[in-house]
């Protein structure tokens, strides 16, 4: 029995995954949401091969500056005279990339901290529940401007840190919540009783019902960390300059919002457009994992 129990495991996990497959094909705000959003990732992966100039190179800051689009430039050039759509182009790799990373790691953090706080229960879990509602009560974009001030200059895998350091604990809260009701669950009993230790019995019984909810949450995560990002790019505390990001870009061309309003409109769109893809995909997932919402 013991050998057989995994390979039913994994046809029931597989159905599954090719159930809500087919419930998210039948979403097409959320096919359309994946679409734009994996047309912007093969763009920024492309950036080198797309992009029509070096996103650093000024090739003429006086006649070249804040010029509107054009055949030669598409979205017009910024204040330094360097192409918009190719700093766009290599800014979508930092903006998605940093994004990604970022959502990735907070997920991971919250999901492992909520998980064990749920498992080992009693005080433990308590005083565990008790920091993470103390850090909630902190407002996140205060603790990173707070942090990035004081640091300076921050390089981008910093910054990936930083975002990822300060994002899980609601994450935390929601896998919390999935294993307090699991571990009460027949299959839980079942295999404690045929031997199985403890923390197998977390990682391979209970850990890949996690994976649903955390899917989702790490999905919408993606989004509000774009944002974040940007956010701080553009107060300059972000990513720094002359590298590229959407935040960044923006940032170059504030001062001549109402002469150059290409050089922010381009990111900025991109930046919503992002969002909101995001948020419309991370709902139909939901929708599509756990068809009872």
């Known amino acids: 029995m013991p ?3 995994p390979d039913t495991r994994v046809r029931r996990g597989t159905a599954r995954l090719a159930a809500a497959f087919q419930r998210l094909r039948r979403d097409p705000a959320a096919i359309a949401a994946l679409a734009l959003l994996a047309t912007f990732a093969l763009l920024a992966l492309l950036a080198p091969l797309v992009a029509p100039y070096d996103p650093l190179a000024q090739p003429d800051p006086v006649a070249l500056q ?3 689009p054009s055949w030669a430039h598409p979205l017009g050039t910024d204040p330094f005279s360097r192409d918009v759509l190719s700093r766009v182009l290599y800014g979508a790799r930092v903006s998605l990339g940093v994004g990604v990373l970022a959502a990735v790691l907070s997920t991971t953090l919250g999901a492992a901290y909520g998980a064990i706080a749920a498992w080992v229960g009693g005080l433990a879990d308590s005083a565990m529940m008790r920091l993470v509602d103390a ?11 707070a942090v990035v001030a004081l640091w300076g200059r921050v390089s981008t895998l910093a910054l990936v840190l930083l975002l990822a350091g300060t994002g899980w ?4 809260r929601l896998a919390r919540a999935e294993v307090r009701a699991l571990r009460e669950r027949d299959f839980v009993h079942a295999a404690r009783a045929l031997g199985t230790s403890e923390p197998r019995l977390l990682v391979r019984h209970v850990a890949p019902h996690l994976v649903p909810p955390l899917l989702v949450a790490a999905t919408l995560a993606v989004g509000n960390v774009i944002a974040l990002e940007a956010g701080l790019s553009y ?10 990001s959407w ?3 923006m940032q170059d061309g504030a001062d001549y919002v109402t002469t150059a309003w290409w050089t922010t409109a381009a990111p ?6 992002t969002v909101l893809a995001v948020n419309i995909l991370g709902d139909g997932l939901r929708d599509a994992l756990d068809p009872r919402e």
């Open 3 to 5: 050998e057989i129990m």
């Open 66 to 68: 804040n010029r509107p």
């Open 135 to 145: 850090c909630l009560g902190i407002p996140r974009v205060l603790v990173l401007l």
């Open 169 to 172: 604990f609601a994450t935390s």
């Open 235 to 244: 107060l300059g505390l972000g990513v720094q300059p002359p590298a590229a």
């Open 247 to 249: 935040g960044s870009v």
């Open 268 to 273: 900025g769109v991109l930046i919503v457009l």
